[in-house]
C-alpha cells in the first residue's frame, strides 16, 4: 500500500530565501507524482506533474525533482514571495489502473515579509 | 475556461436528512472521483469513475453513494449523513487516458464544506 509522507509539516522562512519541500513515498512503482497547492477556504491547484519517466519538470520560479529508487520527490521554490504562503501537497498515482491519488498531509509554508 | 464546479460550497445539516453533493466538469474527462479532507488525515478518496455507468469504491466509501449517468456530472450522496462525515469534500477529473505513455494532471473543485450537526 502506497503511504506518501512530507516532512516538515510547517516551514517559515523570509522572503527571497530559496527553499525545498520533501515529499517521500514507499512504493516505486509509480506512474506520476503531482504537486499541489492549497490555500485557505480554496481548492487544489495543480502546479506540476512529473512522469515516472521524467526526473524533473520546472514551471516559473518552481521545480520538481522525482527519484523513483530513492522514493523522494522535492518541490524547488526560488525566490520565494509572501504570495507563495499556502500548503503544498503532493500526490502519487501508483500502477495499477486506477487513477487514485495518494496524497501526503502537506507541508505549510509561510513567507515572512 | 476549464473547471471542476461543485455545489454547495458549504452545507451546515442535520443528522438522517438526505443530501447531495453535486460535481460537474466541462473537460470531457472520463476519469471523476471524489475525496474527504480531514485535520491529521489528509485527503482520502471516497469513490472514482472511470467512465459513464463505471464506479468503484475509494478507501472510505462507507456511508456515500455516487452515480455518473452522464460524462460531465459525478454526483456524491448521503442517503443518511452522521457527524463523522462532516468533512471538505473535493471533486476532481481527468482524461484518464495514458497519451503517449503519459497521464495528465488531475484539476479539482474548489470544495464542500460540510457540517453535521
Known amino acids: 500500500k502506497q503511504e506518501v509522507t512530507q516532512i516538515p509539516a510547517a516551514l517559515s522562512v523570509p522572503e527571497g530565501e530559496n527553499l525545498v519541500l520533501n515529499c517521500s513515498f514507499t512504493?516505486?512503482?509509480?506512474?506520476?507524482l503531482q504537486w499541489f497547492r492549497q490555500d485557505p477556504g480554496k481548492g487544489l491547484t495543480s502546479l506540476l506533474l512529473?512522469?515516472?519517466?521524467?526526473r524533473e519538470q520546472t514551471s516559473g520560479r518552481l521545480n520538481a525533482s522525482l527519484d523513483k529508487s530513492s522514493g523522494r520527490s522535492t518541490l524547488y521554490i526560488a525566490a520565494s514571495q509572501p504570495g507563495d504562503s499556502a500548503t503544498y501537497l503532493c500526490?502519487?498515482?501508483?500502477?495499477?489502473?486506477?487513477?487514485?491519488?495518494?496524497f501526503g498531509k502537506g507541508t505549510k509554508l509561510t513567507v515572512n515579509p | 475556461e476549464a473547471q471542476v464546479t461543485q455545489n454547495p460550497r458549504y452545507l451546515i445539516t442535520v443528522t438522517g436528512k438526505k443530501l447531495t453533493v453535486t460535481c460537474s466538469q466541462n473537460?470531457?474527462?472520463?476519469?471523476m472521483s471524489w475525496y474527504r479532507q480531514d485535520p491529521g488525515l489528509g485527503l482520502r478518496q471516497i469513490y472514482y469513475?472511470?467512465?459513464?455507468?463505471?464506479?468503484d469504491k475509494g478507501d472510505v466509501p462507507e456511508g456515500y453513494k455516487v452515480s455518473r449517468k452522464e460524462k460531465r456530472n459525478f454526483p456524491l450522496i448521503l442517503e443518511s449523513p452522521s457527524p463523522n462525515q462532516t468533512s471538505l469534500y473535493f471533486c476532481?477529473?481527468?482524461?484518464?487516458?495514458?497519451?503517449?505513455?503519459?497521464?495528465?494532471?488531475?484539476?479539482f473543485g474548489d470544495g464542500t464544506r460540510l457540517s453535521i450537526l
Open positions: 476532481a477529473s481527468s482524461p484518464g487516458q495514458v497519451s503517449k505513455g503519459r497521464r495528465q494532471p488531475q484539476h
Open positions: 512504493d516505486s512503482a509509480i506512474y506520476n
Open positions: 512529473i512522469q515516472s519517466s521524467q
Open positions: 500526490a502519487a498515482i501508483t500502477q495499477g489502473g486506477s487513477e487514485k491519488l495518494v
Open positions: 473537460m470531457n474527462h472520463e476519469y
Open positions: 469513475s472511470m467512465n459513464v455507468e463505471v464506479t
